[in-house]
């Protein structure tokens, strides 16, 4: 492999929502370097943070019927069961829920956990609350996905945090979507639950490191062998 080659294996490309924030931070630190050069160097390494936090990398998404791969990058919060959000008209039954947080740190960019056709898209708006907290997902901003798999339907809710202010959705009802395809990021710190069928047992646990694509919450076919792999 040529050095060209090489570095460009290492690049980990960047998301087109970053592109005005990046832009809007470097300006600022030349404006900085203008005032004060220590000021300039702050404002150049919150710079280079904004280019990690929309970093958006490939992913190998593991692929069969029935696998559940996490949306986001970040720390499962919570592993509970609750009733889904109402405007998703999916009951009041008590369903296995898990809880992603997600830090400045993480990247942010929101991955199908399964494979399927988005049945409904819905945005409620709400307030800022720390993500974290088991009143975000009801009363915190949020935008939720209904998506129907070969076997079952789950729900997929983006939760904006106390720092977060605009989600992101790429998707649209009626799309078939792909097990670990991208369908939007939440800016600057924020939660995402799933929604898992009544009965399925999570397989994944509190204070775990999820990773968008990669990583399994849930198999709803546990018995069936063997698995694939898509990249991207």
């Given at each position: 492999m040529s050095i060209v080659n090489s570095i460009r294996a290492q690049w980990v490309p960047i998301s087109p929502e970053g592109y005005p924030f990046i832009g809007a931070f470097a300006f600022a630190s030349i404006i900085l370097f203008w005032l004060?050069?220590?000021?300039?160097?702050i404002g150049?390494?919150?710079?280079?943070?904004c280019v990690f936090f929309f970093r958006d990398p490939p992913r190998v998404t593991p692929v069969r019927d029935g696998i559940v791969v996490a949306p986001a990058d970040g720390r499962i919060s919570m592993v509970t069961s609750a009733p889904p959000p109402h405007e998703l008209g999916l009951g009041d039954k008590l369903l296995p829920r898990v809880s992603i947080f997600m830090s400045v740190f993480d990247c942010h960019?929101?991955?199908?956990?399964?494979?399927?056709?988005?049945e409904r898209i819905v945005y409620q708006p709400g307030k800022f609350f720390n993500a974290d907290l088991d009143k975000a997902s009801l009363d915190n901003e949020r935008n939720s996905l209904v998506i129907a798999g070969a076997n079952a339907r789950i729900a997929v809710v983006q939760i904006a945090g106390l720092v977060a202010r605009r989600i992101v959705c790429y998707g649209r009802e009626g799309q078939t979507i792909a097990a670990g395809e991208r369908f939007g990021m939440i800016r600057f710190g924020s939660r995402l639950d799933v929604y898992l069928?009544?009965?399925?047992?999570?397989?994944?646990?509190?204070?775990?490191t999820a990773i968008a694509g990669e990583t399994i919450i849930a198999d709803l076919r546990v018995s069936d062998p063997g698995r694939a792999f898509r990249t991207g």
């Open positions: 004060w050069t220590p000021l300039g160097w150049t390494l919150l710079t280079l943070w960019i929101n991955r199908s956990p399964l494979a399927g056709r988005i069928p009544e009965g399925v047992v999570p397989a994944i646990a509190v204070g775990q």
